[in-house]
C-alpha cells in the first residue's frame, strides 16, 4: 500500500512507529503533550515508563529529570490546563526525553508558538543535538525553525527535491 493511500498513519521504515521505536529508540514530539486525564504532568511521564524494568524510584528520577532539562520541575505537579502552550510543548518534549532515546521526531514543534517560544523550544532542541548528541528530525513550514537545522531537506508534492548540510 503506498503511503498517500493511508489516512491518518504512517510506516517508518516499513513499519508502524510504534514498533520502529521500540527498536530503536525513536520517540516523537508534537502539539500534543497533554496528559490523560486529570493527571498531573509528573504522573503522567511516569506512566510512559510502566512497561520498562525501572522501579518507582528510577521511573520518579528520570522523570525529574526530564522535567529538568526542559526547565519545569517546579511544575510537575500541575495539570494541563494550568500550564501555558509553550509549557505544554516542552513537556511533549520531556515525554519524548524520559524514555532517553537516540532519535527525536519533531512534526512542527513551533506550530502553535509565539515567535520568543518558538525560539526557547528551538533552542532546547539544539541543546539536545549539540549537547546530549539527540539526533533531531524536525518537521516544519516556518523558514524561521528550518534555519536552525544543521542538514535541511526539502520535500515537493511527497518527494525529496534536494538536501545539503548547513554550516
Partial sequence: M???KLIGAFLLLGRPPAV???DTGLLAVTSTGAAGG???YSLSLQTLLLLTSLSGAERKARVQAALEIVSLSDRAQHKP??????????VAIARALVSDPTILGCDEPTGDLDRTTAEEI???LQMLNRGQGKTIIM??????AADH???LLNMDKGK????AART
Avoid: C, I, Y
Avoid at 82 to 88: A, P, V
Avoid at 139 to 144: A, F, I, L, R
Fill in 20 to 22: 520502529f521505536a521500540a
Fill in 38 to 40: 486529570g493527571q498531573t
Fill in 81 to 90: 490546563g494550568e500550564l501555558s502552550g509553550g509549557q505544554q510543548q516542552r
Fill in 139 to 144: 518537521v516544519t513550514h516556518d523558514p524561521k
Fill in 2 to 4: 503506498r503511503l498517500s
Fill in 160 to 163: 525529496l527535491v534536494n538536501g
Fill in 149 to 151: 537545522a544543521t542538514r
Fill in 122 to 124: 528551538l533552542g532546547l
